[in-house]
Nanobody, 123 residues
């Protein structure tokens, strides 16, 4: 059974940084693009960033461009999200997932969602 495991969230002041990690039990990321998504209170889950498994191409939501960096480590089957210059609007539960592109644009998660990791940036 696939279980996605996110970690690294926390409470951070505006302007601060965090690094999120994602790994999986029962699943190997190899060959598939992986992504980060987030869900703020009262809002739908939204796409944040995606990386091809080769690491050659990354895609970001406009709201996080130039502040967040997605990366992956094949040997450890881990995906990271380095977040800088955090803002109160970044407050959300962050999830990783295998990312698939919609025919109409955007990305969605393919696997069962994990518990996520909470990021809180107070205003």
């Amino acid at each position: 059974q696939v279980q996605l495991i996110e970690s690294g969230g926390g409470l951070v002041q505006a302007g601060g940084s965090l690094r999120l990690s994602c790994t999986a039990s029962g699943y190997n990321f190899g060959g598939y693009p992986m992504g980060w998504f987030r869900q703020a209170p009262g809002k739908e889950r939204e796409f944040v960033a995606q990386i091809t498994w080769s690491g050659a191409m990354m895609t970001y939501a406009d709201s996080v461009k130039n502040r967040f960096t997605i990366s992956s480590d094949r040997p450890t089957n881990t995906v990271y999200l380095q977040m800088h210059a955090l803002k109160p609007d970044d407050t959300a539960v962050y999830y990783c997932n295998r990312a698939s592109e919609r025919s109409t644009g955007g990305y969605f998660g393919v696997l069962p969602w994990g518990q996520g990791t909470q990021v809180a940036v107070p205003s």
